[in-house]
């Protein structure tokens, strides 16, 4: 025990160390996780304050474009008000004078006018008169009106000084000189507020113009912003998130080289002891001895996966590729496993199309990814299983496929079985133990081939792992 506890320190020690964090004894290890929870914790908030800040401006842009769009939005309003009512009102005001003048003209021609008559039609013109003075909106209007009524009291001066028959024609004649002043000076305030119509009708196009031309700038303005905000923000998450990742992947990569060599060790020595080198040991002792070679042997295989998945997270791993016979390729992926299916009762078939000509792979590498699917059916398949290895080729590409006999992979976990850690046999298989690394790592071995793998179950029917690797 003696030797582990050496072991034991003798990992620790460059593990801190490397981080740059004093170490003298054991149990300061909680400063080395202080230390990373601390720049994890520093990184996140760094991370955060940068996509709340460039949501934050995103949101300010959009409501600036808002108000804006309200603003014009009511200042069409006020002139569409201005230019359907007040202009409106006042035309409407001189079509009801040009109106009463009309009947003037036609009372005096036909001799039917009386003195009734008269008052009601002057009535009528000096209300819309007045209305027309309360709605004065143009310049020069206030004094076209003035020109109206004086022409109008003119008019109505001269009938006071004729007959009530109007029976003079002297005075007829004049008379009706006088009705056309004052329809001249009504088509003149007419005019007036006509032009005054098109001329706001003109601004409010323009502002209309101006209105979508700047809200579409500032559209514009606001994806350009969008889209610069996003891309910063995106490149200063991904440049941290990456910083992390490679942070994390030093750690559990320095963690596992430390943690190989003590769990050999206490392999090692428990196998020493269970041959009985040593000595003799009583059952008891055995018993133990076998469950800490054991719990080593799995310890020092989930090591063996975070070292590799570790190489292949910082790019370490680097591919060379050679042609190599498929029938070659596949048996020495089985050779390590064949041993593992013997103790399972599991019996491994072949089926490899002929005439499939030599791929050009990493025969090492790719037999590692082979190697952890057919690890992963032998896991998952019961006593007296039969698992089907088959190659083929299609498209000019090597269609390498491991199916097996067990529970399967309900459909909700399909998509997440290459990820990390992930492990659905609680739920799917109904047993098994592993670190839920193996498809992760076969997934990248893949993927550096330029290939593809994806999986195919139904619960209760088993389950089909297949990549591909282009073979140009």
């Known amino acids: 025990m003696f030797a582990v506890g050496n072991n034991t320190l003798s990992i620790r020690r460059p593990l801190f160390q490397r981080f740059g964090l004093r170490h003298h004894f054991f149990p300061d290890q909680h400063m080395f996780f202080k230390h990373l929870s601390s720049v994890r914790s520093t990184k996140e908030r ?116 004729t007959n009530t028959a109007l029976q003079e024609i002297p ?77 994390k992947s030093n750690f559990v990569s320095t963690a596992a080289h430390e943690l190989k060599n003590p769990l050999s060790s206490i392999k090692t020595s ?68 064949m041993l593992q299916a013997d103790k399972a009762g599991i019996h491994i078939d072949l089926q490899i199309a002929p005439n499939i000509s030599p791929v050009s792979i990493d025969a090492n590498k790719l037999s590692w990814a082979l190697t952890n699917l057919v690890t992963n059916a032998i896991r998952y398949s019961p006593p007296g299983g039969q698992i089907l290895i088959s190659a083929s080729e299609i498209d000019n590409e090597l269609w390498v496929s491991v199916k097996d006999q067990g529970k399967g992979i309900p459909p909700a976990d399909l998509e997440r079985i290459f990820e990390k850690f992930v492990q659905v046999e609680e739920a799917a298989f109904g047993g098994g133990i592993g670190t839920g690394l193996g498809l992760s790592i076969a997934k990248e071995i893949v993927q550096l081939h330029k290939g593809r793998i994806w999986a195919d179950s139904s619960v209760g029917e088993g389950s089909v792992f297949t990549f591909t690797i282009p073979k140009s």
């Open 46 to 161: 760094g991370i955060r304050l940068t996509i709340l800040t460039g949501f934050g401006l995103v949101i300010l842009l959009s409501l600036f474009i808002a108000g804006w769009t309200y603003y014009h939005i009511t200042s069409l309003g006020n002139a569409a008000d201005n230019l359907f009512i007040a202009n409106y009102r006042s035309i409407q005001y001189v079509h009801s004078m040009e109106g009463v003048l009309d009947s003037y003209t036609n009372s005096l021609i036909g001799n039917g006018s009386n003195v009734q008559t008269l008052s009601s039609l002057d009535k009528v013109f000096r209300d819309n008169l007045t209305l027309e003075y309360h709605n004065i909106t143009e310049k020069g209007e206030s004094e076209t009106a003035h020109d109206v009524e004086k022409s109008y009291n003119i008019l109505l001066a001269r009938l006071a000084k």
């Open 171 to 247: 005075s007829k004649e004049s008379i009706l000189r006088d009705i056309e002043t004052v329809k001249a000076n009504c088509e003149a305030l007419l005019i007036l507020n006509e032009r005054a119509m098109f001329a706001r009708a003109d601004a409010t196009k323009g502002d209309a113009e101006f209105a979508r031309t700047s809200s579409l700038i500032i559209i514009c303005l606001l994806i350009g912003a969008s889209v610069v905000l996003a891309l910063g923000v995106s490149r200063r998450s991904l440049a941290e998130f990456r910083q992390l990742d490679r942070a």
């Open 270 to 337: 428990a196998g020493l002891l269970l041959d009985k080198i040593p000595g003799e040991i009583t059952s008891k002792q055995e018993s133990l001895l076998t469950n800490i070679k054991t719990e080593s042997e799995r310890l020092l295989g989930t090591v063996k996966d975070l070292l590799d998945l570790a190489k292949l997270e910082t790019g370490n791993l680097q591919l060379t590729k050679v042609p190599t016979s498929v029938s070659t390729f596949i048996e020495s992926s089985l050779f390590p496993v």
